[in-house]
C-alpha cells in the first residue's frame, strides 16, 4: 500500500513560480513510477508529467513543457513539481499518483492524492 499527500499549492500570480511536493509512504515506494495530473473545473483530469521510479527519466505534456520540472528524492519518498512562468489556464487541482511505469492516462495508477488547490490570478 502506498500513500500520497500533496503540499505546497496556493495563490500566485501570473508569471509566477510554485512548488508542489508529493510525500509517499510505503515499503515499496521505490518502485513506482509517479505521475503529476490536474483536474481544472468542468475539465477532465490531465497529465502534466511523470517521473519513472530510478528519477532517469521524465515525461512532460506539451502544454508544459519548458516550464515545470518534475524531479524527486527517494531518500525522503518525495517527488516534486517545479512550476514556472505560470499561467491563469494552470488553475486547478493538481494530484500525484503512483504506478509501476508511468502512463499518460490516469487509468494506469493505482494509488492518488488527494490534491492541492493551484490558482493563478491574472
Known amino acids: 500500500q502506498v500513500q500520497l499527500v500533496e503540499s505546497g499549492g496556493g495563490l500566485v500570480q501570473a508569471g509566477g513560480s510554485l512548488r508542489l511536493s508529493c510525500a509517499a509512504s510505503?515499503?515499496?515506494?521505490?518502485?513506482?513510477?509517479m505521475g503529476w495530473f490536474r483536474q481544472a473545473p468542468g475539465k477532465e483530469r490531465e497529465f502534466v508529467g511523470g517521473i519513472s521510479w530510478s528519477g532517469g527519466t521524465t515525461y512532460y505534456a506539451d502544454f508544459v513543457k519548458g516550464r515545470f520540472t518534475i524531479s524527486n528524492d527517494n531518500a525522503k519518498n518525495t517527488v516534486y513539481l517545479q512550476m514556472n512562468s505560470l499561467k491563469p489556464e494552470d488553475t486547478a487541482v493538481y494530484y500525484c499518483?503512483?504506478?509501476?511505469?508511468?502512463?499518460?492516462?490516469?487509468?494506469?495508477?493505482?494509488?492518488w492524492g488527494q490534491g492541492t488547490q493551484v490558482t493563478v490570478s491574472s
Open positions: 499518483a503512483a504506478a509501476r511505469r508511468v502512463f499518460w492516462s490516469q487509468d494506469g495508477y493505482d494509488y
Open positions: 510505503g515499503r515499496t515506494f521505490n518502485s513506482y513510477a
